[in-house]
Protein backbone atom coordinates (compact mmCIF):
# COMPACT_ATOMS: atom_id res chain seq x y z
CA UNK A 1 0.00 0.00 0.00
CA UNK A 2 1.12 3.65 -0.75
CA UNK A 3 -0.24 6.87 0.82
CA UNK A 4 0.77 9.86 -0.61
CA UNK A 5 -0.27 13.36 0.33
CA UNK A 6 0.27 16.20 -2.09
CA UNK A 7 1.62 19.59 -0.47
CA UNK A 8 1.18 22.48 -1.71
CA UNK A 9 3.05 22.84 -4.98
CA UNK A 10 5.61 25.34 -3.86
CA UNK A 11 6.53 22.94 -1.39
CA UNK A 12 7.69 20.22 -3.30
CA UNK A 13 7.14 20.86 -6.79
CA UNK A 14 10.58 20.00 -8.02
CA UNK A 15 11.21 17.27 -5.28
CA UNK A 16 12.35 14.64 -7.58
CA UNK A 17 14.16 16.33 -10.20
CA UNK A 18 16.06 18.59 -7.71
CA UNK A 19 17.45 15.32 -5.63
CA UNK A 20 18.74 14.01 -9.54
CA UNK A 21 20.82 16.89 -9.63
CA UNK A 22 22.15 16.75 -6.23
CA UNK A 23 22.97 13.36 -7.20
CA UNK A 24 24.68 14.28 -10.36
CA UNK A 25 25.87 17.37 -9.03
CA UNK A 26 28.24 15.07 -6.75
CA UNK A 27 26.18 14.30 -3.86
CA UNK A 28 26.39 10.46 -4.49
CA UNK A 29 28.99 8.04 -5.23
CA UNK A 30 29.53 7.32 -8.94
CA UNK A 31 30.55 4.13 -11.14
CA UNK A 32 30.88 4.25 -15.03
CA UNK A 33 29.85 1.64 -17.00
CA UNK A 34 31.19 1.24 -20.69
CA UNK A 35 28.94 -1.93 -21.54
CA UNK A 36 29.80 -2.20 -25.75
CA UNK A 37 33.31 -2.26 -24.90
CA UNK A 38 33.46 -4.42 -21.75
CA UNK A 39 34.87 -1.99 -19.47
CA UNK A 40 33.66 -0.81 -16.19
CA UNK A 41 34.55 1.69 -13.72
CA UNK A 42 33.89 1.12 -9.91
CA UNK A 43 34.78 5.29 -9.09
CA UNK A 44 34.55 7.79 -11.10
CA UNK A 45 34.74 11.66 -9.96
CA UNK A 46 31.97 13.59 -11.64
CA UNK A 47 29.62 16.83 -11.15
CA UNK A 48 28.23 19.75 -13.23
CA UNK A 49 30.28 21.91 -14.64
CA UNK A 50 29.87 26.20 -14.76
CA UNK A 51 28.68 25.65 -18.61
CA UNK A 52 26.42 22.84 -17.31
CA UNK A 53 27.72 19.79 -18.86
CA UNK A 54 28.15 16.54 -16.84
CA UNK A 55 31.87 15.94 -16.40
CA UNK A 56 33.61 12.92 -14.97
CA UNK A 57 37.48 12.26 -14.17
CA UNK A 58 38.92 9.20 -14.10
CA UNK A 59 41.81 6.71 -14.33
CA UNK A 60 40.60 4.16 -17.25
CA UNK A 61 42.18 1.18 -18.51
CA UNK A 62 42.16 -1.06 -21.14
CA UNK A 63 39.80 -0.37 -24.32
CA UNK A 64 38.52 2.70 -22.10
CA UNK A 65 41.75 4.36 -22.01
CA UNK A 66 42.61 3.26 -25.68
CA UNK A 67 39.46 5.62 -26.52
CA UNK A 68 40.62 8.93 -28.60
CA UNK A 69 39.47 12.49 -27.45
CA UNK A 70 36.04 13.17 -29.06
CA UNK A 71 35.24 9.70 -30.24
CA UNK A 72 32.19 8.94 -28.71
CA UNK A 73 31.22 5.75 -26.07
CA UNK A 74 28.47 4.41 -24.77
CA UNK A 75 27.98 4.69 -21.06
CA UNK A 76 25.83 3.68 -18.15
CA UNK A 77 26.87 6.30 -14.90
CA UNK A 78 25.41 5.09 -11.86
CA UNK A 79 24.83 7.57 -8.77
CA UNK A 80 24.40 5.84 -5.43
CA UNK A 81 23.57 8.34 -1.89
CA UNK A 82 23.87 6.73 1.36
CA UNK A 83 21.85 7.97 4.37
CA UNK A 84 24.41 10.29 6.33
CA UNK A 85 23.23 8.04 9.68
CA UNK A 86 26.28 5.61 10.11
CA UNK A 87 24.12 3.44 12.10
CA UNK A 88 22.88 2.14 9.53
CA UNK A 89 23.17 1.04 6.12
CA UNK A 90 20.78 2.49 3.39
CA UNK A 91 20.59 3.71 0.08
CA UNK A 92 19.00 7.02 0.37
CA UNK A 93 18.45 7.43 -3.54
CA UNK A 94 20.32 6.86 -6.55
CA UNK A 95 20.40 7.78 -10.79
CA UNK A 96 21.06 5.80 -13.36
CA UNK A 97 22.05 7.47 -16.84
CA UNK A 98 22.67 6.21 -20.20
CA UNK A 99 24.74 8.64 -22.53
CA UNK A 100 27.63 8.66 -24.41
CA UNK A 101 30.94 9.81 -23.15
CA UNK A 102 33.56 11.88 -24.89
CA UNK A 103 37.22 12.55 -23.45
CA UNK A 104 38.03 15.97 -23.81
CA UNK A 105 41.74 16.69 -24.55
CA UNK A 106 43.83 17.89 -21.75
CA UNK A 107 44.51 21.56 -23.06
CA UNK A 108 40.97 22.59 -23.40
CA UNK A 109 40.08 21.40 -19.74
CA UNK A 110 39.69 24.27 -17.51
CA UNK A 111 39.99 23.49 -13.87
CA UNK A 112 38.38 26.37 -12.70
CA UNK A 113 35.22 26.01 -13.99
CA UNK A 114 35.39 22.11 -12.84
CA UNK A 115 33.48 21.07 -9.87
CA UNK A 116 36.15 20.52 -7.16
CA UNK A 117 35.76 17.17 -6.49
CA UNK A 118 36.37 16.55 -10.55
CA UNK A 119 38.98 19.18 -10.27
CA UNK A 120 40.92 17.66 -7.28
CA UNK A 121 42.06 14.74 -9.68
CA UNK A 122 44.06 16.53 -11.60
CA UNK A 123 47.41 16.08 -10.22
CA UNK A 124 46.76 11.75 -10.48
CA UNK A 125 48.74 10.43 -13.43
CA UNK A 126 46.83 8.98 -15.95
CA UNK A 127 43.59 10.83 -15.08
CA UNK A 128 41.65 11.78 -17.82
CA UNK A 129 37.95 14.16 -18.02
CA UNK A 130 35.02 13.69 -20.20
CA UNK A 131 31.93 14.99 -20.73
CA UNK A 132 28.59 12.78 -20.46
CA UNK A 133 26.00 13.46 -23.01
CA UNK A 134 22.75 12.79 -21.36
CA UNK A 135 19.84 10.45 -23.19
CA UNK A 136 17.98 9.13 -20.50
CA UNK A 137 18.30 9.04 -16.72
CA UNK A 138 15.69 7.80 -13.91
CA UNK A 139 15.59 8.70 -10.61
CA UNK A 140 15.19 5.61 -7.64
CA UNK A 141 13.97 7.60 -4.23
CA UNK A 142 11.37 6.83 -1.59
CA UNK A 143 8.73 7.35 -4.32
CA UNK A 144 9.82 4.81 -7.02
CA UNK A 145 11.41 4.97 -10.40
CA UNK A 146 10.47 8.23 -11.94
CA UNK A 147 12.16 9.91 -15.23
CA UNK A 148 14.23 12.74 -15.63
CA UNK A 149 14.66 15.01 -18.51
CA UNK A 150 18.03 15.91 -19.38
CA UNK A 151 17.07 19.26 -19.39
CA UNK A 152 16.74 19.17 -15.79
CA UNK A 153 20.96 19.09 -15.24
CA UNK A 154 22.02 22.19 -14.68
CA UNK A 155 25.30 23.81 -12.58
CA UNK A 156 23.99 24.95 -9.47
CA UNK A 157 26.49 26.85 -7.23
CA UNK A 158 27.68 24.47 -4.02
CA UNK A 159 25.38 24.10 -1.42
CA UNK A 160 25.95 26.49 1.95
CA UNK A 161 24.58 24.17 3.84
CA UNK A 162 27.13 21.19 4.63
CA UNK A 163 24.63 17.73 4.70
CA UNK A 164 26.98 16.30 7.11
CA UNK A 165 26.05 19.13 9.67
CA UNK A 166 22.45 19.23 8.67
CA UNK A 167 21.97 15.27 9.97
CA UNK A 168 23.66 16.74 13.07
CA UNK A 169 21.44 19.15 13.43
CA UNK A 170 18.48 16.36 12.92
CA UNK A 171 20.43 13.27 14.79
CA UNK A 172 20.09 15.58 17.59
CA UNK A 173 16.34 15.63 17.66
CA UNK A 174 14.27 13.68 20.15
CA UNK A 175 12.80 10.19 18.73
CA UNK A 176 9.15 11.29 20.07
CA UNK A 177 9.59 14.47 17.94
CA UNK A 178 10.45 12.52 14.68
CA UNK A 179 7.67 10.16 15.32
CA UNK A 180 5.43 12.84 15.57
CA UNK A 181 6.54 14.59 12.49
CA UNK A 182 5.94 11.14 10.71
CA UNK A 183 2.25 11.17 12.14
CA UNK A 184 1.88 15.14 11.16
CA UNK A 185 2.75 14.24 7.46
CA UNK A 186 0.72 11.13 7.32
CA UNK A 187 -2.25 13.21 8.59
CA UNK A 188 -1.16 16.06 6.18
CA UNK A 189 -1.10 17.92 9.20
CA UNK A 190 2.79 19.04 7.04
CA UNK A 191 2.90 18.87 3.94
CA UNK A 192 5.14 16.01 2.46
CA UNK A 193 4.74 12.64 1.51
CA UNK A 194 4.60 8.95 3.17
CA UNK A 195 4.82 5.86 1.16
CA UNK A 196 4.59 2.35 3.01
CA UNK A 197 7.05 -0.56 2.21
CA UNK A 198 7.21 -4.10 3.65
CA UNK A 199 8.99 -4.49 6.87
CA UNK A 200 12.30 -4.81 6.61
CA UNK A 201 13.36 -8.58 6.82
CA UNK A 202 14.89 -9.44 10.37
CA UNK A 203 14.54 -6.07 11.84
CA UNK A 204 17.44 -5.91 14.85
CA UNK A 205 16.60 -4.51 17.99
CA UNK A 206 18.61 -0.88 17.78
CA UNK A 207 16.51 -0.11 14.66
CA UNK A 208 12.90 -1.49 16.10
CA UNK A 209 10.34 1.37 16.53
CA UNK A 210 13.23 4.16 15.59
CA UNK A 211 13.62 6.97 13.21
CA UNK A 212 16.70 7.37 11.02
CA UNK A 213 17.45 10.47 8.71
CA UNK A 214 17.00 9.59 5.09
CA UNK A 215 18.22 12.77 3.99
CA UNK A 216 18.38 16.65 4.26
CA UNK A 217 18.12 19.02 1.68
CA UNK A 218 16.66 22.29 0.97
CA UNK A 219 13.74 21.36 0.40
CA UNK A 220 12.62 19.12 3.44
CA UNK A 221 14.02 16.13 5.69
CA UNK A 222 13.76 12.38 4.57
CA UNK A 223 12.93 9.99 6.83
CA UNK A 224 12.39 6.36 7.62
CA UNK A 225 10.32 4.64 10.37
CA UNK A 226 11.28 0.89 11.07
CA UNK A 227 8.36 -1.04 12.16
CA UNK A 228 7.96 -4.82 12.46
CA UNK A 229 5.02 -4.95 10.29
CA UNK A 230 5.78 -2.17 7.55
CA UNK A 231 8.43 0.15 6.80
CA UNK A 232 7.44 4.20 6.30
CA UNK A 233 9.41 6.60 4.35
CA UNK A 234 8.76 10.01 4.92
CA UNK A 235 9.52 13.14 3.05
CA UNK A 236 8.59 16.28 5.28
CA UNK A 237 8.58 19.36 3.15
CA UNK A 238 10.20 23.04 4.64
CA UNK A 239 7.83 26.33 4.14
CA UNK A 240 10.53 27.65 1.83
CA UNK A 241 14.14 26.08 0.59
CA UNK A 242 17.18 26.00 3.31
CA UNK A 243 20.18 28.35 2.40
CA UNK A 244 21.93 28.34 5.49
CA UNK A 245 22.37 26.28 8.67
CA UNK A 246 20.87 28.90 10.58
CA UNK A 247 17.68 28.82 8.44
CA UNK A 248 17.64 25.20 8.57
CA UNK A 249 17.38 25.72 12.51
CA UNK A 250 14.19 27.62 11.70
CA UNK A 251 12.97 25.28 9.18
CA UNK A 252 13.07 22.67 11.79
CA UNK A 253 11.71 24.22 14.65
CA UNK A 254 8.19 24.86 12.68
CA UNK A 255 8.41 21.14 11.29
CA UNK A 256 8.69 20.47 15.30
CA UNK A 257 5.85 22.92 16.28
CA UNK A 258 3.48 21.45 13.36
CA UNK A 259 4.33 18.21 14.66
CA UNK A 260 3.52 18.60 18.40
CA UNK A 261 0.10 20.80 16.93
CA UNK A 262 -0.80 17.20 15.27
CA UNK A 263 -0.11 15.11 17.57
Known sequence: MTLSFEAPKTEVEGRAAAL??????????ASLDAYRVGECLEFVAHGIAEDGSLVVAAIPAGALAAAGDGVPIDV??????QAPDPAVSIVSASVHLLGELTWVPAAEVALGELPSSVASLADMPGVRYGVVAVRRAVLHDLTGATVIDGDQFHYEAPSAVDGYAAFEKVAGLDQGMLKDLCWAVMVDATPGLVVSKPAMPNVCQ???????????????LTMMLVGTEETLLVFAAFSHPVASLPDLDARLFDLMGAAILAA
Do not use: Q, S, Y
Not at 20 to 29: D, F, I, Q, S, T
Not at 206 to 220: K, P
Open 20 to 29: ARRLVGGAGA
Open 76 to 81: RLDVVK
Open 206 to 220: HMADRVFCVDVDARG
